[in-house]
């Protein structure tokens, strides 16, 4: 099937080819997919390559790129809140944490039809195989504090409480699947909250059993998740208090440690 790169700073995935159909997640600036489906008025459902989630987006926001392009990993990524790069010559601001794929030493890429290009350098180098660094991971997180809660969100315009850590641990070179219940599968359970450490995830669920809420430990009593929007709370054994209104707002499941 046909491989393609995002070549626009942020595009929805949705769950139907139409552009009224819910937006389940995003596609990054720089992310490969694969296309495995058409359907009328320019629309593929694609399947992201980083975290295999799969949607409908628009052909208009991704450029094909042939087989070992969409296989070349990603050596860096986009450190500013917000990045000046450059597409075929023209200038397009992405956001934080976009992965910088295929990019030799002078910071240029071919992506199909498209050259992409820094002026500056922005940029930092993907940690691969080497100890998780816990005060790189909070430096990253706090990027997204107060961003804005926005389902499907993943990006420090509008982000979900998956999104949220997936994008933080991404960075720190520790993939994490797309939903909460996805990422609640991975790591090794820490059985009491006493002995959280900072970048420890907890998981909350509905009253039905479901996992349905993800966010970051700071420590044994403090939790940074996006909730209406990225804030860091108190936590106890039973699960959030809103710090504004004093009101228990998730119930505690479990917590993963992934490093």
Known sequence: MPYAIVVVPVAPLRAAPAHRSEMISQLLWGEGVEIVNTAPDGWVEVINQYDGYSGWASLSHLEEVPEDVYHHPATHYLSDWINEVYVNGRPMMVPFGCLLKGYTNNL???????????????????????????????????????????????????VDCSGFVQNVFKLSGVPLLRDASQQATQGTTVDFLQEARLGDLAFFDNPEGKITHVGLLLDDHEIMHASGKVRIDPIDNQGIINADTQVRTHQLRIIKRLF
């Open 108 to 158: 240029t890429a071919k992506w199909g039809n498209v050259t992409v290009s820094l002026q500056e350098k922005p940029h930092i180098l993907l940690p691969t195989g080497s100890p998780v660094d816990p005060k790189r991971l909070l430096a990253d997180a706090m990027k997204f504090l107060n961003t804005a809660y926005l389902w499907g969100g993943r990006n420090v315009f509008g």
